[in-house]
């Protein structure tokens, strides 16, 4: 495998390498990070790779220095990304919304591991579900995609950058030890047959331009320094033109706009994959690594007759609550394993509504399930 310009073809590599393949094969030009197991690969990989594309490389000083030259470098117009493993974004918590509030568009990957503090930092975990979602102070709408394979690494950060540029935020690209450090084939097709979401710059003329719009479900074209646009940002709640306006009804307008820009177009977003749904009776509710072992679970429940079957999620957030409300009228149980003590197993029940019974199946870290302990699980209702 040459490393040169933009990779394509079939390739052997591990799902930190996919990551930073997909940031790079979408455009992504500036990578600022701090080493942490077990997302090192991703950095590493981006710091042999991106002076080969004519983008920049820099290792920071720390996780909160990271989130903020990523931010920086995107209002710089530049697409940006940073990863990093628990404790690293536990740190970068206060600049995530930071690029909320700012609506900044970057990617934030996260191979997650056992947790909390220290933990366990070379071996699996699934506990920053719920960090990704209300991790920083305030109210956001949050994109968090979870990958299961390398190949999904890749074609999971490409969508991670689109998404960004589409909504204007962060977004996070929450994978996992195991995922992260798998090695399989991965092809990368050619950037003409992906599809790529470019910044493009504004519509409106420079005197009248506002760079934020808080009227309608989508945010405003984001101009970039160095466009001769009047770009004025800050973490402060601001009006349209970004200047700052302390007052609740500017907070309101404010507010409102960077959540409903996501749960108004959730169904847009949201994105799920089924198996067996249509006639099962308990469904498995998994994601990560953690799907990989659902589904040979299921498969093998289905070779034996058991109709059970399987809700993958793709995007952890927004959370498909619509589908699991539907699918609690129809089904017995929903399983739910997942490497924490649960954390979506949580949203699973607030959105079954008692329409159907939810079962945790916890790992605190360090090991994945067995298909035939989900097996078991699932059998408790035959």
Request: with cysteine.
């Given at each position: 495998?040459?490393?040169?310009?933009?990779?394509?073809?079939?390739?052997?590599?591990?799902?930190?390498?996919?990551?930073?393949?997909?940031?790079?094969?979408?455009?992504?030009?500036?990578?600022?990070?701090?080493?942490?197991?077990?997302?090192?690969?991703?950095?590493?990989?981006?710091?042999?790779?991106?002076?080969?594309?004519?983008?920049?490389?820099?290792?920071?000083?720390?996780?909160?220095?990271?989130?903020?030259?990523?931010?920086?470098?995107?209002?710089?117009?530049?697409?940006?990304?940073?990863s990093t493993s628990g404790p690293g974004f536990s740190l970068m918590m206060e600049n995530i919304g930071l690029g909320m509030m700012t609506e900044t568009p970057c990617v934030v990957v996260n191979i997650q591991r056992g947790g909390p503090s220290t933990g366990l930092p070379t071996l699996v975990g699934q506990a920053d579900v719920m960090q990704a979602r209300w991790g920083s102070h305030g109210d956001?709408?949050?994109?968090?995609?979870?990958?299961?394979?390398?190949?999904?690494?890749?074609?999971?950060?490409?969508?991670?950058?689109?998404?960004?540029?589409?909504?204007?935020?962060?977004?996070?690209?929450?994978?996992?030890?195991?995922?992260?450090?798998?090695?399989?084939?991965?092809?990368?097709?050619?950037?003409?047959?992906?599809?790529?979401?470019?910044?493009?710059?504004?519509?409106?003329?420079?005197?009248?331009?506002?760079?934020?719009?808080?009227?309608?479900?989508?945010?405003?074209?984001?101009?970039?320094?160095?466009?001769?646009?009047?770009?004025?940002?800050?973490?402060?709640?601001?009006?349209?033109?970004?200047?700052?306006?302390?007052?609740?009804?500017?907070?309101?307008?404010?507010?409102?706009?960077?959540?409903?820009?996501?749960?108004?177009?959730?169904?847009?977003?949201?994105?799920?994959?089924?198996?067996?749904?249509?006639?099962?009776?308990?469904?498995?509710?998994?994601?990560?690594?953690?799907?990989?072992?659902?589904?040979?679970?299921?498969?093998?429940?289905?070779?034996?007759?058991?109709?059970?079957?399987?809700?993958?999620?793709?995007?952890?957030?927004?959370?498909?609550?619509?589908?699991?409300?539907?699918?609690?009228?129809?089904?017995?149980?929903?399983?739910?394993?997942?490497?924490?003590?649960?954390?979506?197993?949580?949203?699973?029940?607030?959105?079954?509504?008692?329409?159907?019974?939810?079962?945790?199946?916890?790992?605190?870290?360090?090991?994945?399930?067995?298909?035939?302990?989900?097996?078991?699980?699932?059998?408790?209702?035959?």
């Amino acid at each position: 495998m040459a490393d040169k310009d933009v990779l394509t073809g079939e390739h052997f590599i591990h799902g930190d390498a996919a990551c930073a393949e997909g940031g790079i094969a979408s455009g992504c030009r500036f990578f600022a990070g701090y080493p942490i197991t077990p997302a090192t690969e991703v950095a590493e990989r981006m710091a042999r790779r991106l002076p080969q594309v004519g983008g920049v490389y820099i290792q920071m000083e720390d996780e909160i220095a990271s989130m903020a030259a990523i931010l920086g470098a995107s209002w710089g117009g530049v697409k940006s990304m940073t990863s990093t493993s628990g404790p690293g974004f536990s740190l970068m918590m206060e600049n995530i919304g930071l690029g909320m509030m700012t609506e900044t568009p970057c990617v934030v990957v996260n191979i997650q591991r056992g947790g909390p503090s220290t933990g366990l930092p070379t071996l699996v975990g699934q506990a920053d579900v719920m960090q990704a979602r209300w991790g920083s102070h305030g109210d956001y709408g949050c994109i968090a995609l979870a990958p299961a394979s390398p190949q999904e690494c890749f074609d999971f950060t490409v969508d991670a950058f689109n998404l960004s540029e589409i909504y204007r935020q962060p977004v996070f690209v929450l994978g996992d030890e195991v995922v992260g450090h798998m090695t399989e084939k991965v092809i990368i097709p050619p950037r003409e047959e992906l599809r790529i979401v470019e910044r493009g710059k504004p519509q409106a003329k420079k005197e009248d331009y506002l760079p934020f719009d808080f009227k309608g479900p989508m945010p405003a074209q984001m101009a970039v320094a160095g466009q001769g646009y009047h770009v004025h940002v800050t973490g402060l709640t601001h009006d349209e033109r970004g200047y700052p306006v302390i007052t609740d009804a500017v907070q309101e307008r404010n507010i409102r706009h960077i959540v409903d820009k996501i749960r108004k177009n959730a169904d847009k977003i949201i994105r799920v994959e089924s198996v067996f749904l249509d006639d099962a009776e308990v469904v498995v509710v998994a994601y990560g690594c953690t799907s990989r072992v659902a589904r040979q679970a299921v498969e093998d429940l289905r070779s034996r007759g058991v109709k059970a079957g399987l809700l993958r999620l793709i995007t952890i957030w927004p959370f498909p609550s619509n589908m699991i409300r539907q699918l609690a009228k129809q089904v017995k149980a929903f399983i739910v394993p997942e490497i924490n003590y649960g954390q979506v197993a949580y949203e699973v029940e607030r959105t079954a509504q008692g329409n159907a019974e939810v079962v945790l199946m916890a790992l605190m870290g360090g090991s994945i399930h067995r298909p035939d302990e989900i097996e078991e699980s699932v059998l408790e209702y035959f």
